[in-house]
Protein backbone atom coordinates (compact mmCIF):
# COMPACT_ATOMS: atom_id res chain seq x y z
CA UNK A 1 0.00 0.00 0.00
CA UNK A 2 1.23 3.18 -0.98
CA UNK A 3 0.05 6.63 0.20
CA UNK A 4 -1.08 9.27 -2.37
CA UNK A 5 -1.87 12.50 -1.92
CA UNK A 6 -3.84 15.07 -3.87
CA UNK A 7 -2.96 17.23 -6.58
CA UNK A 8 -5.62 20.02 -6.22
CA UNK A 9 -4.84 22.10 -9.32
CA UNK A 10 -5.51 18.92 -11.03
CA UNK A 11 -8.31 17.65 -9.43
CA UNK A 12 -12.08 18.92 -9.38
CA UNK A 13 -14.96 18.37 -7.05
CA UNK A 14 -18.39 19.89 -9.00
CA UNK A 15 -21.93 19.34 -8.49
CA UNK A 16 -25.49 19.84 -9.92
CA UNK A 17 -29.12 20.50 -8.54
CA UNK A 18 -32.38 20.74 -10.62
CA UNK A 19 -33.88 24.69 -9.83
CA UNK A 20 -37.31 25.46 -10.68
CA UNK A 21 -37.87 21.72 -11.94
CA UNK A 22 -36.09 22.33 -15.21
CA UNK A 23 -32.91 23.31 -15.43
CA UNK A 24 -29.51 22.65 -13.36
CA UNK A 25 -27.27 24.96 -11.35
CA UNK A 26 -23.95 23.44 -10.83
CA UNK A 27 -21.12 24.73 -8.74
CA UNK A 28 -17.51 23.48 -7.39
CA UNK A 29 -15.80 23.13 -4.36
CA UNK A 30 -12.61 24.37 -4.06
CA UNK A 31 -10.65 23.81 -1.22
CA UNK A 32 -10.37 19.76 -0.26
CA UNK A 33 -8.09 17.34 0.62
CA UNK A 34 -7.55 13.83 0.96
CA UNK A 35 -5.50 10.93 2.75
CA UNK A 36 -5.54 7.86 0.49
CA UNK A 37 -3.65 5.15 1.32
CA UNK A 38 -4.00 2.33 -1.89
CA UNK A 39 -2.28 -0.46 -4.21
CA UNK A 40 -3.32 0.22 -7.18
CA UNK A 41 -3.15 -3.41 -8.41
CA UNK A 42 -5.83 -3.78 -5.73
CA UNK A 43 -7.88 -0.95 -5.09
CA UNK A 44 -10.38 -2.74 -2.93
CA UNK A 45 -8.36 -2.67 0.10
CA UNK A 46 -7.71 1.35 -0.09
CA UNK A 47 -8.36 3.36 2.83
CA UNK A 48 -9.47 7.16 1.64
CA UNK A 49 -11.15 9.97 3.69
CA UNK A 50 -11.77 13.26 2.02
CA UNK A 51 -12.73 16.26 3.33
CA UNK A 52 -14.43 19.06 1.89
CA UNK A 53 -14.29 22.71 2.84
CA UNK A 54 -17.71 23.63 2.62
CA UNK A 55 -16.91 27.79 2.47
CA UNK A 56 -15.14 27.25 -0.69
CA UNK A 57 -18.29 26.55 -2.86
CA UNK A 58 -18.64 28.36 -5.82
CA UNK A 59 -21.78 28.77 -8.32
CA UNK A 60 -20.30 31.70 -10.06
CA UNK A 61 -23.09 33.72 -8.02
CA UNK A 62 -22.00 35.32 -4.87
CA UNK A 63 -25.33 35.85 -3.59
CA UNK A 64 -26.25 32.20 -4.21
CA UNK A 65 -23.02 30.85 -2.28
CA UNK A 66 -23.11 33.16 0.61
CA UNK A 67 -26.31 31.74 0.62
CA UNK A 68 -25.22 28.12 0.75
CA UNK A 69 -22.84 29.15 3.77
CA UNK A 70 -25.77 30.26 5.75
CA UNK A 71 -27.98 28.15 8.12
CA UNK A 72 -30.12 27.40 5.84
CA UNK A 73 -27.97 25.51 3.84
CA UNK A 74 -24.59 24.05 5.23
CA UNK A 75 -24.20 26.68 8.18
CA UNK A 76 -20.63 26.80 7.59
CA UNK A 77 -19.99 28.30 10.57
CA UNK A 78 -20.92 25.31 12.67
CA UNK A 79 -20.23 22.32 10.29
CA UNK A 80 -17.88 23.68 7.99
CA UNK A 81 -16.34 20.57 6.63
CA UNK A 82 -18.20 17.44 4.44
CA UNK A 83 -16.44 14.34 5.05
CA UNK A 84 -16.14 11.33 3.53
CA UNK A 85 -14.32 8.26 4.80
CA UNK A 86 -14.60 4.91 2.66
CA UNK A 87 -15.80 1.54 4.28
CA UNK A 88 -15.37 -1.07 1.75
CA UNK A 89 -14.60 -0.97 -2.22
CA UNK A 90 -15.83 -3.67 -4.56
CA UNK A 91 -14.75 -4.72 -7.76
CA UNK A 92 -17.39 -4.12 -10.59
CA UNK A 93 -15.73 -4.21 -13.93
CA UNK A 94 -12.34 -3.33 -15.70
CA UNK A 95 -10.74 -0.42 -13.67
CA UNK A 96 -14.35 0.14 -12.31
CA UNK A 97 -15.34 -0.11 -8.47
CA UNK A 98 -17.86 0.91 -6.48
CA UNK A 99 -17.28 2.92 -3.50
CA UNK A 100 -18.92 3.03 -0.13
CA UNK A 101 -18.37 5.03 2.66
CA UNK A 102 -19.83 7.61 5.73
CA UNK A 103 -20.96 10.96 4.63
CA UNK A 104 -20.71 13.32 7.31
CA UNK A 105 -22.49 16.90 6.53
CA UNK A 106 -24.49 19.41 8.58
CA UNK A 107 -23.62 17.02 11.59
CA UNK A 108 -25.41 13.73 10.17
CA UNK A 109 -23.39 10.60 9.00
CA UNK A 110 -25.21 8.52 6.38
CA UNK A 111 -23.41 5.99 4.15
CA UNK A 112 -23.42 6.87 0.27
CA UNK A 113 -22.30 4.74 -2.55
CA UNK A 114 -20.15 6.15 -5.49
CA UNK A 115 -19.10 4.50 -8.52
CA UNK A 116 -15.61 4.96 -9.35
CA UNK A 117 -12.94 4.53 -12.43
CA UNK A 118 -9.45 4.30 -11.78
CA UNK A 119 -7.88 6.47 -14.69
CA UNK A 120 -4.16 5.01 -14.42
CA UNK A 121 -0.72 6.25 -14.07
CA UNK A 122 1.67 8.30 -15.80
CA UNK A 123 4.99 9.90 -14.71
CA UNK A 124 5.16 13.26 -14.86
CA UNK A 125 7.53 15.65 -16.44
CA UNK A 126 9.23 15.77 -12.75
CA UNK A 127 9.60 11.90 -12.45
CA UNK A 128 6.63 11.85 -9.64
CA UNK A 129 4.23 8.55 -10.00
CA UNK A 130 0.85 10.31 -10.54
CA UNK A 131 -2.55 8.19 -10.73
CA UNK A 132 -6.02 10.03 -11.81
CA UNK A 133 -9.23 8.66 -10.47
CA UNK A 134 -13.08 9.76 -11.68
CA UNK A 135 -16.35 9.65 -9.35
CA UNK A 136 -19.68 10.14 -9.10
CA UNK A 137 -23.08 9.85 -6.67
CA UNK A 138 -26.28 11.29 -5.82
CA UNK A 139 -26.76 12.35 -2.57
CA UNK A 140 -30.15 13.39 -0.91
CA UNK A 141 -29.80 16.88 0.41
CA UNK A 142 -32.49 16.15 2.71
CA UNK A 143 -30.83 12.80 4.36
CA UNK A 144 -28.58 15.60 6.25
CA UNK A 145 -31.10 17.87 7.02
CA UNK A 146 -30.72 20.39 4.30
CA UNK A 147 -34.65 21.31 3.80
CA UNK A 148 -34.53 24.50 2.51
CA UNK A 149 -36.71 25.07 -0.17
CA UNK A 150 -40.23 26.85 -1.48
CA UNK A 151 -42.91 25.77 -3.75
CA UNK A 152 -43.85 26.71 -7.04
CA UNK A 153 -47.00 28.34 -8.07
CA UNK A 154 -46.77 25.91 -11.09
CA UNK A 155 -46.17 22.63 -8.76
CA UNK A 156 -42.88 21.32 -7.61
CA UNK A 157 -40.14 23.23 -5.31
CA UNK A 158 -37.57 25.72 -6.28
CA UNK A 159 -34.67 23.34 -5.68
CA UNK A 160 -33.98 19.73 -6.31
CA UNK A 161 -33.36 16.98 -3.45
CA UNK A 162 -30.58 14.91 -5.88
CA UNK A 163 -27.43 16.39 -6.01
CA UNK A 164 -24.92 14.87 -8.34
CA UNK A 165 -21.82 14.72 -7.48
CA UNK A 166 -18.77 14.28 -9.77
CA UNK A 167 -14.63 13.79 -8.17
CA UNK A 168 -11.80 14.21 -10.06
CA UNK A 169 -8.68 13.26 -8.80
CA UNK A 170 -5.19 13.28 -10.07
CA UNK A 171 -2.78 12.17 -6.80
CA UNK A 172 0.94 11.98 -6.57
CA UNK A 173 2.51 8.55 -4.69
CA UNK A 174 4.32 10.13 -1.00
Known sequence: MAKWVVDATHSSIEFSVKHLMIAKVKGSFHKFDAEIEADLNDLTSAKVSLDIDLASVDT???????????????DV?????LNFVVTSVTKTGEDEYDVVGDVTLHGVTKQET?????EGTSTDP???????????????RSDYGLTYNAALETGGVLIGDDIKVSIELEAQQA
Open 77 to 81: ENSPK
Open 126 to 140: WGNNKAGFSATGVIK
Open 114 to 118: FKLTF
Open 60 to 74: RNEDRDNHLRSADFF
